[in-house]
């Protein structure tokens, strides 16, 4: 072989060790890269699972929340009918009291009438 040859040679294989030597820089950063997004993968996966616990909890407190609106919509519901009654039995008493009154004005009237009566004789 000639010596052009072996030195052409030479420089292809010393272009390939730098070759390679740039790869297996590459590939130790690949790898880094690699460890770098299964640790940031990790810190997603608890900050996912934090939120479902968070989103649990709110769920609860809003099914809670709905259920004791339920029963106090159920309570106002029977306050409402109750005084609905009182309502009622109030008009009643002031129609009571008006025909009290009515009476109370006639028999007024006629005493009234029997005082003028009296007064005269």
């Keep these: 072989m000639s010596e052009d040859e072996l030195l052409r040679r030479l420089n292809e294989l ?6 390679i030597g740039e790869l ?3 590939v130790s950063r ?3 890269d ?3 997004a299964r640790a940031l993968a990790g810190m997603a996966d608890r900050d996912v699972a934090e939120m479902r616990t968070t989103m649990r909890g709110h769920t609860s407190v809003l099914n809670a929340l709905r ?6 919509g159920q309570a106002l519901n029977a306050v409402n009918a109750t005084v609905r009654q009182v309502a009622e039995v109030l008009g ?3 129609a009571g009291q008006m025909q009290i009154a009515e009476q109370l004005a006639g028999h007024r009237e006629i ?3 029997l005082d003028a009566g009296e007064q005269q004789s």
């Design 92 to 94: 009643g008493v002031a």
């Design 34 to 36: 690699a460890a770098s």
């Design 111 to 113: 005493l009234d009438r």
């Design 30 to 32: 690949l790898r880094e």
């Design 67 to 72: 259920e004791t609106q339920i029963e106090h």
């Design 24 to 26: 297996e820089a590459e």
């Design 14 to 19: 010393e272009g390939k060790v730098a070759r």
